[in-house]
Antibody
C-alpha cells in the first residue's frame, strides 16, 4: 500500500525556519517525482515545489523561490522541504504528493503556523 | 500564471447530475491533456477523482466523469449521493508548474 507521511510542522515565528519531512513506503520511491502542495486555512490548493526521482531537478513556485529548498534521500525514502525566512502567508497545511503528471497519492498533511 | 477559474459553489439534489467547470488558457488547460480533478472532504487530504482529462482511477465510481473543450475542462457527477458533498479542485500541468483552480464547494441538497 502506498503511503506518504508528513512531519515537522509546528508554530514558528516570522523570519524563522522549519524543515518538513515526507516519508514514503509501499512503492519504489526512487522512481517517482514528489511534490509539496499547501493549503492555507479556508483556502484552496497551491503548488509549492517539486523534485525529480533522482533529485537532480527541482522546481519552485515564485512565492517560495529563494526561501524554500526541496531535497530527497532515496536511501531513506524521504523528501524534505527546508523553509527559511518564513512569513505569515506561509501558514498552511503542507501536503506531499506523488506526481505522475497528476497527484495519485497524497499524505495526510502537516500544519505550519507562522505567527509571533 | 494565474489560478484556473472554478465556480465557488454548485449544488444538486440526490440522484441529479452536476457539472463543475474549470477555465484556463491555451497555455495550460488548452495546451495539455494533463487536467486532473481532486475531491476533498473537510479536514482530509485531497483524493484523485479524474486524471488526464477523462480517466478514472481504480475505485472511483463511474458516476464521476471528466471532459475538456478548448481551454475549459469539466467534471460531471451523475446520480448525486450524500457522500459526494465536498470541495472539488481542478488542476493542470503547465511548463514546469502546476496550477490549481480555486475550488468548488459541492452541496447535496
Amino acid at each position: 500500500e502506498v503511503q506518504l507521511l508528513e512531519s515537522g510542522g509546528s508554530l514558528v515565528q516570522p523570519g524563522g525556519s522549519l524543515r518538513l519531512s515526507c516519508a514514503a513506503s509501499g512503492f519504489t520511491f526512487s522512481s517517482y517525482a514528489i511534490n509539496w502542495v499547501r493549503q492555507a486555512p479556508g483556502k484552496g490548493l497551491e503548488w509549492v515545489s517539486a523534485i525529480s526521482p533522482s533529485g537532480d531537478a527541482t522546481l519552485y513556485a515564485d512565492s517560495v523561490k529563494g526561501r524554500f529548498t526541496i531535497s530527497r534521500d532515496n536511501s531513506k525514502n524521504t523528501v524534505y522541504l527546508q523553509m527559511n525566512s518564513l512569513r505569515a502567508e506561509d501558514t498552511a497545511v503542507y501536503y506531499c504528493a506523488r506526481w505522475v503528471n497528476y497527484y495519485d497519492y497524497w499524505g495526510q498533511g502537516t500544519l505550519v503556523t507562522v505567527s509571533s | 500564471q494565474s489560478a484556473l477559474t472554478q465556480p465557488p459553489s454548485a449544488s444538486g439534489s440526490p440522484g441529479q447530475s452536476v457539472t463543475i467547470s474549470c477555465t484556463g488558457t491555451s497555455s495550460d488547460v488548452g495546451g495539455y491533456n494533463y487536467v486532473s480533478w481532486y475531491q476533498q472532504h473537510p479536514g482530509k487530504a485531497p483524493k484523485l477523482m479524474i486524471y488526464e482529462v477523462s480517466k478514472r482511477p481504480s475505485g472511483v465510481p463511474d458516476r464521476f466523469s471528466g471532459s475538456k473543450s478548448g481551454n475549459s475542462a469539466s467534471l460531471t457527477v451523475s446520480g448525486l449521493q450524500a457522500e459526494d458533498e465536498a470541495d472539488y479542485y481542478c488542476s493542470s500541468y503547465v511548463d514546469n508548474n502546476v496550477l490549481f483552480g480555486g475550488g468548488t464547494k459541492l452541496t447535496v441538497l
